[in-house]
């Protein structure tokens, strides 16, 4: 098989993922972070701020397909934009600690989720959205002043607590530990961009959980074979979890895929492009088990 070229995976700042700042070495250079302690942080923080599982019960207005077109406009937005992936992670975050805490109506969903999206790009864009952007693309839907309050209401809820581990970070710490293969990333990165559309998914799995089962399974898809020992051993030390222990969620993670909507096309149009290196049009494996099972 041809070589294919490494990733150079997205960076970790200390203020996500927790770790304390580089020190400065005698020479005067920045002394790297210890992977483990990267790792320990964002595990720690991934017990916090999260929604409920499947929390979408206490929503008489809403149910999951309304949640998961939401998400699949704003994978959109997020992309025409130029956004950081970590900005798309964090809104959606947002949007599910919140539903799970108030009561929305219909008609106000894309109201939150362009407010969940406002917050984020704050967070972690060198140029925040504008809100009269946010008026635009909503067609005009709210008004500033319901933008405006809506934020309000939605800090208030998450009581300012904006920072979180998600899978974007896990991946992007696996991807720089195992020297990822760049396909092997944009798949896992596709199959990560597409779980999002689904609240059972993101609120069942934890982020470091979920992260491991989007490379796991897209390294079996870019092999089109269950990866070798070797591999399995290195992912199984980076992830701290052992292939069995991923077999629930990667089994629904590839069910998931395998079941595509006709109309949530987003990350299915991002990652098919040419920039993508069209990885979506990768079939999926036929079945899949643990390694140790198979």
């Known amino acids: 098989m041809a070589s ?5 995976a997205p960076s970790i700042s200390p203020r996500m993922c927790g770790a304390r700042r580089a020190r400065k070495t005698r020479c005067g250079t920045d002394e790297p972070l210890l992977k483990d302690e990267v790792l320990e942080n964002l595990r720690r923080k991934e017990l916090q701020n999260r929604a409920a599982a499947d929390y979408f019960p206490s929503q008489p207005h809403l149910n999951a397909r309304m949640r998961a077109v939401l998400v699949d406009w704003l994978i959109e937005v997020h992309y ?7 900005t798309l992670f964090l809104a959606v975050n947002y949007i599910d600690r919140y539903l799970e805490k108030v009561v929305i109506a219909r008609c106000h969903l894309q109201l939150v989720g362009v407010t969940a999206l406002l917050l984020a790009s704050k967070l972690e864009e ?8 946010l008026v635009y693309i909503s067609d005009k839907t709210y008004t500033v002043q319901q933008i405006i309050d809506c934020e309000q209401s939605m800090l208030n809820t998450l009581q300012f607590q904006l920072t979180c581990s998600t899978c974007h970070h896990f991946l992007g710490y696996m991807f720089q530990v195992l020297q990822t293969d760049l396909l092997v990333a944009q798949l896992a990165a596709y199959y990560s961009q597409h779980a999002l559309l689904d609240v059972h998914i993101c609120t069942t799995f934890a982020p470091s959980k979920l992260a491991a089962a989007c490379l796991f ?16 051993l290195r992912f199984e030390a980076a992830s701290m979890y052992s292939s069995d222990d991923l077999v629930s969620c990667i089994n629904t993670l590839r069910g998931s895929l395998a079941t595509p909507s006709c109309k949530l096309i987003a990350a299915r149009n991002k990652f098919g492009s040419k920039k993508f290196g069209c990885v979506a049009n990768i079939a999926l494996p036929d079945h899949w088990s643990a390694p140790h099972n198979a």
Do not use: C
């Open 4 to 8: 294919r070229s490494r990733v150079t």
């Open 126 to 133: 060198v140029h925040p959205i504008e809100i009269t952007d």
């Open 80 to 86: 025409r934009f130029k956004f950081h992936n970590e």
């Open 217 to 232: 399974l897209a390294q079996t898809a870019a092999e089109s074979q269950l990866p070798p020992a070797a591999w399995v």
